[in-house]
């Protein structure tokens, strides 16, 4: 069957600009920029990350040929905050969102801007998430696939007016899965249809056709695996027999299990039982095999243009999902599943000369992509205006000075329990239940799934109360509500917004 041809793409991809003279990356020609997104997106589940059960040879070779960072995190665990972060270069504090909001209109730092402002040429496809749904931040051009989602008044997404075209009779939802529910099973129409086929075939089709002068920076955002965990058949097919790894269930997390209770197909946690959890966690690999299947295409286009060898590749994704790890659900949590995220990065010979295949252990997060990005270009990111810093520093094996730490944190969201802050180095990670005031401790080390709390281990104790200092040396610029006379306290109401939030577009 012929790939079917796309909506309206071709002319709004082979916009052009002219070029201007820079370098970059140690006085190199500028690359492009090719940043490949997943959403909700499970830190360990890459093969390259040690999971010897899924299928991402691509995303592999990404980390094969360059560098994956085992301690890459989310700050702010869900898609709307996580992706101001991403935005700005910011901490949540300073971006403005500490929870699940509405991404601002307008920031002084917007990466599509400053990239723009660069002499790239730049396009995003994919998922935004941003209000409104057709705001740019500074894209030349955005090809937008929003899971549904109809936030903004008439709207309707390029891929859902594609599918019209391409399939009139036919129901985009036919699955029958919402986009929070724990379900899965193979999606109901020809695989060509399906929302990550379309933001592959639009990535590729960009490539193709690009006769630009400047550099590009193409921005790929795929919406899955983000249930609803849906991948065509023969990837549904290939986990069916697959020994996929169980949920890690700590003695600490009974609370989440809900017995008895009638629990709605979006559920945030509940024990589903060890069936529903596999089956979930089939279609959530198959997604995810299926997006590689798609970076894969992507990489063959770019080989046959003869950029690869041009181009910095970076891959990350917005957060995790626990798919019923602690009988946990969804993302928003402090715990690995939802909080560390894969973080992979590729330069092409012609930018940069450094070791390849290296594993790094310093704390990511996704406030470090755009000061990496403008490196790349050849602009100096001022350490005034980030929180972030050149990941590329750490790759040229510079990581004097590197954060020995990261923070973590979500407001309220589905319970008022739900509500935290957090620090960790991928060693270690203290959680400070807002609400009441608990405190977790894990060893990430001995401990990867977080199964034993060591908050209340005497032996621990002085471990416990170093890691509770660094989030109130943290909270120092805040102070009150989350600091009082110089020590955390439960802080049960809610705070979305903090005051540097520079509010919604008009």
């Given at each position: 069957?012929?790939?079917?041809?796309?909506?309206?793409?071709?002319?709004?991809?082979?916009?052009g600009?002219?070029?201007?003279?820079?370098?970059?990356?140690?006085?190199?020609?500028?690359?492009?920029?090719?940043?490949?997104?997943?959403?909700?997106?499970?830190?360990?589940?890459?093969?390259?990350?040690?999971?010897?059960?899924?299928?991402?040879?691509?995303?592999d070779?990404?980390?094969?040929?360059?560098?994956?960072?085992?301690?890459?995190?989310?700050?702010?665990?869900?898609?709307?905050?996580?992706?101001?972060?991403?935005?700005?270069?910011l901490?949540?504090?300073?971006?403005?969102?500490?929870?699940?909001?509405?991404?601002?209109?307008?920031?002084?730092?917007?990466?599509?801007?400053?990239?723009?402002?660069?002499?790239?040429?730049?396009?995003?496809?994919?998922k935004?998430?941003?209000?409104?749904?057709?705001?740019?931040?500074g894209?030349?051009r955005?090809?937008?696939?929003?899971?549904?989602r109809?936030?903004?008044?008439?709207?309707?997404?390029?891929?859902?007016?594609?599918?019209?075209?391409?399939?009139?009779?036919?129901?985009?939802?036919?699955?029958?899965?919402?986009?929070?529910?724990?379900?899965?099973?193979?999606?109901?129409?020809?695989?060509?249809?399906?929302?990550?086929?379309?933001?592959?075939?639009?990535?590729?089709?960009?490539?193709?056709?690009?006769?630009?002068?400047?550099?590009?920076?193409?921005?790929?955002?795929?919406?899955?695996?983000?249930?609803?965990?849906?991948?065509?058949?023969?990837?549904?097919?290939l986990?069916?027999?697959?020994?996929?790894?169980?949920?890690?269930?700590?003695?600490?997390?009974?609370?989440?299990?809900?017995?008895?209770?009638?629990?709605?197909?979006?559920?945030?946690?509940?024990?589903?039982?060890?069936?529903?959890?596999?089956?979930?966690?089939?279609?959530?690999?198959?997604?995810?095999?299926?997006?590689?299947?798609?970076?894969?295409?992507?990489?063959d286009a770019?080989?046959?243009?003869?950029?690869?060898?041009?181009?910095?590749?970076?891959?990350?994704?917005?957060?995790g999902?626990?798919?019923?790890?602690?009988?946990?659900?969804r993302?928003?949590?402090?715990?690995?599943?939802?909080?560390?995220?894969p973080?992979?990065?590729?330069?092409?010979g012609?930018?940069?000369?450094?070791?390849?295949?290296?594993?790094?252990?310093?704390?990511?997060?996704?406030?470090?992509?755009?000061?990496?990005?403008?490196?790349?270009?050849?602009?100096?990111?001022?350490?005034?205006?980030?929180?972030?810093?050149?990941?590329?520093?750490?790759?040229r094996?510079?990581?004097?000075?590197?954060?020995p730490?990261?923070?973590?944190?979500?407001?309220?969201?589905?319970?008022?329990?739900?509500?935290?802050?957090?620090v960790?180095?991928?060693?270690?990670?203290?959680?400070?239940?807002?609400?009441?005031?608990?405190?977790?401790?894990?060893?990430?080390q001995a401990?990867?799934?977080?199964?034993?709390?060591?908050?209340?281990?005497?032996?621990?104790?002085?471990?416990?109360?170093?890691?509770?200092g660094?989030?109130?040396?943290?909270?120092?610029?805040?102070?009150?509500?989350?600091?009082?006379?110089?020590?955390?306290?439960?802080?049960?109401?809610?705070?979305?917004?903090s005051?540097?939030?520079?509010?919604?577009?008009?």
């Open positions: 069957m012929s790939r079917p041809k796309p909506l309206s793409r071709r002319a709004a991809l082979q916009v600009l002219g070029g201007i003279a820079m370098t970059a990356l140690g006085g190199a020609k500028r690359p492009n920029i090719l940043f490949l997104m997943t959403d909700q997106h499970r830190g360990d589940c890459i093969g390259a990350d040690g999971n010897k059960a899924i299928r991402t040879p691509h995303l070779r990404i980390a094969h040929e360059g560098v994956l960072f085992r301690c890459a995190y989310t700050s702010v665990p869900s898609c709307t905050p996580a992706r101001a972060g991403l935005l700005t270069g901490s949540p504090w300073h971006h403005g969102m500490l929870g699940y909001g509405a991404v601002a209109g307008s920031y002084r730092n917007e990466k599509p801007k400053m990239l723009r402002e660069a002499g790239y040429q730049t396009l995003g496809i994919g935004m998430h941003w209000a409104p749904q057709r705001h740019l931040h894209f030349h955005t090809l937008l696939d929003e899971s549904g109809a936030e903004s008044p008439g709207f309707v997404s390029d891929y859902r007016q594609w599918f019209r075209q391409q399939a009139p009779e036919s129901n985009p939802d036919a699955t029958g899965i919402g986009w929070n529910d724990y379900a899965a099973k193979p999606y109901a129409l020809d695989e060509r249809l399906h929302p990550t086929r379309w933001t592959g075939d639009t990535a590729v089709e960009f490539l193709q056709t690009y006769k630009g002068d400047e550099p590009f920076f193409l921005k790929v955002s795929f919406a899955r695996p983000h249930s609803p965990y849906d991948p065509p058949e023969r990837f549904w097919k986990y069916e027999d697959a020994e996929l790894p169980r949920a890690v269930v700590g003695k600490w997390a009974t609370r989440h299990a809900m017995p008895g209770a009638k629990l709605p197909k979006d559920t945030w946690r509940g024990d589903l039982g060890a069936e529903q959890v596999r089956r979930s966690r089939q279609g959530y690999y198959g997604s995810v095999t299926f997006i590689d299947e798609q970076v894969g295409r992507i990489l770019l080989a046959k243009r003869g950029w690869l060898e041009d181009t910095l590749i970076l891959v990350t994704s917005d957060h999902d626990m798919t019923g790890d602690h009988h946990l659900w993302k928003t949590y402090a715990y690995e599943a939802s909080a560390r995220i973080m992979l990065m590729r330069w092409g012609n930018c940069l000369d450094a070791k390849r295949g290296q594993v790094l252990r310093q704390p990511v997060e996704l406030r470090d992509v755009l000061p990496t990005f403008l490196d790349a270009a050849g602009v100096g990111a001022d350490p005034k205006r980030f929180d972030g810093r050149s990941m590329l520093d750490l790759v094996g510079k990581a004097d000075g590197w954060r730490w990261i923070d973590l944190e979500h407001d309220i969201c589905y319970a008022q329990e739900n509500h935290w802050n957090a960790t180095d991928g060693r270690w990670k203290y959680i400070y239940h807002a609400m009441h005031g608990e405190q977790q401790l894990f060893d990430l401990d990867p799934g977080e199964s034993s709390d060591l908050a209340s281990d005497p032996a621990h104790a002085a471990t416990l109360r170093q890691w509770r660094r989030l109130v040396e943290h909270f120092a610029e805040r102070g009150a509500p989350f600091l009082s006379n110089g020590d955390l306290v439960p802080r049960p109401k809610r705070f979305l917004y005051p540097n939030y520079p509010g919604k577009a008009q």
